[in-house]
């Protein structure tokens, strides 16, 4: 081993440790509080974590390696871009500013290419890995507002998520707490395992 690759090493894990400070967005236009709020580092920890629970319960047919990888890296790009959502001006341009992160985070690394074939892969969603990670992604947020629901004052909300067609939608159809509004958007993304998942968490959100 050469110097030169621990200073890299050194350097990546450095880089990447920027995500354990960075807040997701979500939660902070959603006001939520009395809690510490979640870091991206968090939130990778927690959908890898639901990826092996789901994995090592139900044993669904997937390359679990693959699956792991894709969601620890797909949220590489936030290092430089920061954590963009739905509701941000540059939600639009997202995948391509994402892929110049991505690049410049791996640049020194000879499987660059290959980290942002298994990123290209999960945005696809196209694949049953891809869309293993997708949903561990989504119902993991789902669950993170689930335990977040004693801490959200609507009233406190950004007016881009209070003005939001789904949210108004969903309104209308009599939906009042910030964990119906995410099992009710995330439910339709949802199929086996997860949409199973879905309505047992409805179940206990009705009963809550």
């Known amino acids: 081993m050469e110097k030169n690759d621990f200073i890299k090493i050194m350097d990546l894990h450095k880089l990447t440790c920027k995500l354990k400070n960075l807040l997701r967005s979500g939660w902070l236009a959603w006001k939520v509080e009395g809690v510490r709020l979640e870091s991206v580092a968090e939130h990778i920890f927690g959908t890898c974590m639901l990826a092996v629970g789901i994995y090592s319960t139900l044993k669904p047919n997937i390359d679990i390696d693959k699956v792991i990888v894709m969601l620890m890296l797909h949220e590489t790009e936030e290092i430089l871009i920061g954590d963009i ?22 640049k020194d690394f000879k499987y660059a290419n290959h980290f942002l074939e298994l990123i290209a892969e999960f945005e696809a969603n196209s694949t049953p890995e891809a869309r293993f990670a997708n949903q561990c992604d989504k119902f993991e947020a789902d669950l993170q507002a689930y335990y977040y629901r004693d801490n959200f004052n609507l009233d406190k909300v950004d007016d881009k998520l209070k003005n939001d067609f789904r949210i108004l939608a969903m309104q209308e159809k009599g939906y009042k707490r ?7 958007n995330d439910k339709i993304k949802h199929d086996g395992i997860f949409a199973e998942m879905t309505n047992y968490l409805e179940e206990l959100e009705k009963k809550n």
């Open 178 to 184: 910030v964990e119906e509004y995410f099992l009710q």
């Open 85 to 106: 959502t739905l509701i941000d001006h540059e939600y639009k341009n997202k995948q391509e500013l994402g892929r110049q992160a991505v690049l410049e985070v791996f």
